[in-house]
C-alpha cells in the first residue's frame, strides 16, 4: 500500500500504522490501574441487593424490617421507592428497576440496603423476609408463547437439489465472563442530581435510562467512565447504576456498589442459547442451490438487545456464501432463564456453528474438501446476501481460504513430552487414545449498528500550547473497556494534526453521545469522529504549522459528529433489505488432539486469516483478534453457563471454565487490508468476526479426530469418549 507524506508523518509521531503503546498498559500490568471496583470517596456508604430465589414467582409480602433494625444499616429500598419510572430497557422497558409484584428469573433485584460496611449491607439484604408464591416456570424456549421478535428471509423459490444435507444444532449459554465485576459509585450533588461513575460500554444510554427511572432530566444525571476490567456486551445493559443512585439520592451521601463473581452472573446479560434446524441442497460438484433454516433464540426474561440478536442471526444466517435460494426464520423468545443479551459477534455467533458444520457435512456428501466445498461458495464483492444486500467492498474469501490452507501445519505428535497430550499433565495418558483432526470455520460478521439504527460518535478537539509546545486533547464518550480505543483516537490526532503531544480525556456525559463500544464500531465511528473534528481544527490552522497557527490564533476547538452511511430495517415479511453498512470476514483453521478414552481435547493450534482494511494498531488488532479467537475456542470446547428448570448451577469460575494461557495454542495469523471505500481511513471493524469462526474450526476438528457428529457446543468429554 502506498503511503502519503501525512501517512508516513503520522507513523513517525506513533500515528496510524505504529504499535503505539497503550497509555494505560504499565499501569495494568503492575496492578496500579484504578477500575470502578478501587473507586472510594470519604463517607461513602455501601449498598447490595437482595435476588430473587426463584426464576418465576409472584411477590405476596416484603418485610424489611429485619433488615432496618440492624445495627450500621442506612436504608433499604424497595419498588415503592423507586422516585421515575419502575421500567427501563435498552429497546424496551420492560425490565423493573426493583421487582414490583413478580419475578421473572433466578436473580432478580428485589430489594436495596445501603450500610456502613459492605458485609453489613450483605447481611441485612439477606435479613429481608419476602413472601413468594412459586409458579410454574416456562424454561424450554421451545414452549414459550411470549415472542420478542420473528425474523423471516426469504429469496428465491427453488428447493430441490441433488445433494441434500440436514442437521439439528444447539449452542449453549455463554458468559462474558470479564475479570472485572460490575461496580460503579453514586455521588449526590448540590443542584439534586447525581454524578455516576461507572464502569460501562454506554454512557449516554444509561444515562438516559437512569434519569427517567430517578425521576430527573438528563442534563443532572451525570456519567464517568471508570476503569472497565473487560466487557464483551454484558456492560450494555444497567446492572447496579440506578440502584446506586437511587441510595445517593436517599441517604444524601455517597453510595458504591461492588458485585463479587457470583452476584455478577447474575447481574448482567448472557449470549442467548441457540436451536437450529438448518437443510442445505446442493448440486452434485458442491454448488449451493438452497438454504434452509429455523434458529430459536432464548432471550430469557427480558427484551435487552434481542431485537438485533434475531436481526443479525436472519441477515447472516446462511453465511458468506452465495446462495440463490433461502427461506430463513429467525425467532427470540422470552422465558424465566437469566436474560441474554449483547456478546460479542451476537447472533452471527449461534448461526455460523450451524452453517459451518453443515458445510462439512455438504463436503462429505459431494467428496470435497472442507476447503473447497466453501472456496465454490464464497462470496466476493458485488455478491448478494440473503437479505439482497450487495457486498460493494472488498471480500476475498476465497484468497482468505487459499491462504490459510497453505499455512504448514504443526508437526506430527511425537509423544515424547506428556505435558503436550491432551490430559498429558495429569499423566492421564502415554498417547494410546489420542487421535488429531484438522478443522475449518468461516464467518461474517456486520460491523457497526444495523438496520437504520441512528449510528453516529461525537467528538470534541482542542488544540493549544502548553508550555510552549503544542497540545491536543481529544474528548468523546467512547468508552475504553480494553479494546484500545484510547490510543486508537490518540493515534488519529498525530497523524491528522501533526503534534505528538495528544491526551485523551476521560469519557463522559459532558460531550456528545459516542454509542455503545459494541459492534467492533468504535475505531469506524469514533474514528470518524475524532479525524473529522481534527480536520476542522487543521482546516483553522491555515497551513500554518500547529505551534506556529497557536502562537497566532490562541486555542483552537471543534466539535463534529461522525455518521456512517445509511442502513436499512429488514422487511418483515420477506426479510430483504440493505441492513447492515460493513461486513468483515474471518476464516480459521484448527489442529485438536483428542484422547477417545477419556474425552480429552487439547487445541494444537490455531491460524486464522482475517481482513481488516487498513491497520491502525497493528499489536492491538493482533490482540483483539487472539482474544476473539480464545473467546471462540472457551464455546466450543467448555464455556457454558449450566442452567435448569431456570436455576444458574454454576456461577463461579469454579465451575464456569474459561480459557486460561495454557489452553490457548500458538497461532499463526495473517492479516489483510483490502481498504474499505466507505470507511474511516478504509478500515474494517476487527475485533468480533473471529470470534465467531474460531467455534467450529475447533468443533470441526474434534468431529476429524473422532469421526461423530457432535452437534452442540461446548462439547463436553462424555460427547466424545469413545465406547470400546
Known amino acids: 500500500m502506498t503511503q502519503t507524506a501525512d501517512e508516513r508523518a503520522g507513523e513517525i509521531l506513533h500515528g496510524i500504522g505504529a504499535s503505539a503503546r497503550r497509555p494505560d498498559a504499565t499501569l495494568k500490568v503492575t496492578g496500579e490501574f484504578a477500575y470502578a471496583s478501587d473507586l472510594w470517596l470519604e463517607g461513602m456508604v455501601w449498598g447490595a ?64 440496603v445501603a450500610a456502613d460496611h459492605p458485609e453489613t449491607a450483605r447481611r441485612a439484604a439477606a435479613a429481608i423476609e419476602v413472601g413468594y408464591e412459586v409458579r410454574p416456570a416456562v424454561t424450554d424456549p421451545r414452549e414459550s408463547q411470549r415472542f420478542v421478535r420473528h425474523q423471516p428471509v426469504r429469496r428465491g423459490d427453488t428447493f430441490e437439489a441433488e445433494v441434500v444435507v440436514r442437521g439439528e444444532y444447539e449452542v449453549g449459554m455463554q458468559d462474558q465472563a470479564f475479570l472485572g465485576p460490575e461496580a460503579g459509585l453514586a ?54 447504576q ?22 455478577s452472573f447474575f447481574g448482567h446479560v448472557h449470549r442467548h442459547p441457540a436451536r437450529m434446524r438448518y437443510e442445505h441442497g446442493a448440486t452434485r460438484d458442491g454448488r449451493l442451490v438452497y438454504v434452509k433454516a429455523d434458529i430459536l433464540l432464548d432471550g430469557g426474561a427480558y427484551c435487552s438487545s434481542s431485537l438485533a440478536v434475531v436481526g443479525n442471526a436472519a441477515s447472516l444466517g446462511v453465511g458468506p456464501y452465495e446462495v440463490p435460494n433461502v427461506h430463513v426464520d429467525a425467532t427470540g423468545v422470552y422465558t424465566n432463564n437469566p436474560p441474554c443479551g449483547a456478546m460479542r459477534g451476537f447472533g452471527a455467533v449461534q448461526a455460523c456453528y450451524a452453517y459451518e458444520s453443515q458445510m462439512d457435512l455438504l463436503a462429505q456428501a459431494c467428496g470435497l474438501s472442507p476447503v473447497e466445498i466453501r472456496m465454490r461458495n464464497a462470496v466476493s464483492q458485488g455478491s448478494r446476501l440473503a437479505t439482497g444486500q450487495v457486498i460493494d467492498a472488498p471480500a476475498p474469501l476465497a484468497d482468505m481460504l487459499k491462504r490459510l490452507e497453505s499455512m504448514p501445519l504443526p508437526p506430527e505428535r511425537t509423544d515424547a513430552d506428556l505435558r503436550s497430550l491432551p490430559g498429558g499433565v495429569s499423566q492421564t495418558t502415554h498417547g494410546e487414545s489420542v487421535r488429531r483432526g484438522v478443522g475449518y470455520g468461516v464467518g461474517i460478521k456486520n460491523i457497526c449498528f444495523s438496520e437504520g439504527f441512528d449510528d453516529y460518535s461525537t467528538a470534541r478537539v482542542r488544540a493549544e500550547l502548553v508550555g510552549g509546545e503544542p497540545h491536543v486533547t481529544v474528548h468523546t464518550a467512547a468508552a475504553e473497556v480494553g479494546q484500545g480505543l484510547v490510543t486508537v483516537q490518540a493515534q488519529i490526532a498525530r497523524t491528522e494534526l501533526g503534534v505528538a503531544n495528544v491526551t485523551v480525556a476521560t469519557a463522559d456525559t459532558s460531550v456528545g453521545s459516542a454509542g455503545s463500544s459494541s459492534a467492533s464500531r468504535q475505531s ?201
Open 524 to 724: 469506524y465511528v469514533t474514528g470518524g469522529a475524532v479525524r473529522a473534528a481534527c480536520q476542522a481544527v487543521r482546516e483553522r490552522f491555515q497551513g500554518l504549522p500547529a505551534k506556529e497557527a497557536l502562537e497566532r490564533f490562541g486555542p483552537i476547538e471543534e466539535t463534529r459528529e461522525y455518521r456512517h452511511r445509511p442502513t436499512y430495517p429488514l422487511d418483515p415479511v420477506t426479510g430483504q433489505g440493505d441492513s447492515h453498512t460493513q461486513l468483515a470476514l474471518c476464516v480459521h483453521r484448527a489442529v485438536v488432539d483428542v484422547d477417545v478414552e477419556l474425552g480429552l481435547a487439547k487445541v494444537v493450534e490455531l491460524a486464522a486469516v482475517q481482513d481488516v482494511g487498513r491497520i491502525l494498531n497493528p499489536q492491538a488488532l493482533e490482540g483483539q483478534i487472539h482474544g476473539g479467537t480464545a473467546q471462540g475456542l472457551g464455546l466450543a470446547l467448555m464455556e457454558e453457563i449450566q442452567v435448569r428448570d431456570g436455576r444458574v448451577l454454576n456461577p463461579s469460575f469454579t465451575d464456569y471454565l474459561i480459557p486460561t494461557i495454557l489452553d490457548m495454542p500458538p497461532m499463526k495469523l495473517e492479516i489483510l487490508e483490502n481498504a474499505d471505500p466507505a470507511a474511516p481511513y478504509g478500515l474494517r471493524g476487527a475485533g468480533e468476526p473471529p470470534t465467531l469462526s474460531s467455534t467450529p474450526a475447533v468443533a470441526a476438528a474434534v468431529r476429524a479426530a473422532t469421526g461423530l457428529r457432535l452437534t452442540r457446543v461446548p462439547i463436553r468429554p462424555e460427547d466424545i469418549a469413545l465406547s470400546e
Open 242 to 263: 440506578i440502584h446506586a443512585c437511587m441510595l445517593a439520592l436517599r441517604l444524601n451521601r455517597p453510595v458504591k456498589i461492588s458485585y463479587g463473581r457470583e452476584e
Open 49 to 112: 441487593t437482595l435476588r430473587s430465589p426463584h426464576p418465576s414467582a409472584w411477590i405476596r409480602s416484603i418485610d424489611v424490617g429485619p433488615a432496618l433494625r440492624m445495627p450500621g444499616v442506612r436504608a433499604v429500598l424497595t419498588h415503592e421507592d423507586v422516585p421515575g419510572e419502575k421500567y427501563f430497557g435498552l429497546d424496551h422497558k420492560d425490565q423493573p428497576v426493583l421487582a414490583v409484584d413478580e419475578v421473572r428469573y433466578q436473580g432478580e433485584p428485589v430489594a436495596l
Open 187 to 240: 455521588v449526590p450533588a448540590e443542584d439534586g442530581g447525581v454524578d455516576l461513575f461507572i464502569a460501562t460500554q454506554w454512557l449516554h444510554v444509561d444515562r438516559d435510562q437512569l434519569a427517567p427511572c430517578l425521576g430527573l432530566p438528563p442534563e443532572k444525571v451525570r456519567l464517568t467512565l471508570s476503569g472497565v476490567g473487560g466487557a464483551f456486551g454484558a456492560r450494555e445493559d444497567l446492572s447496579m
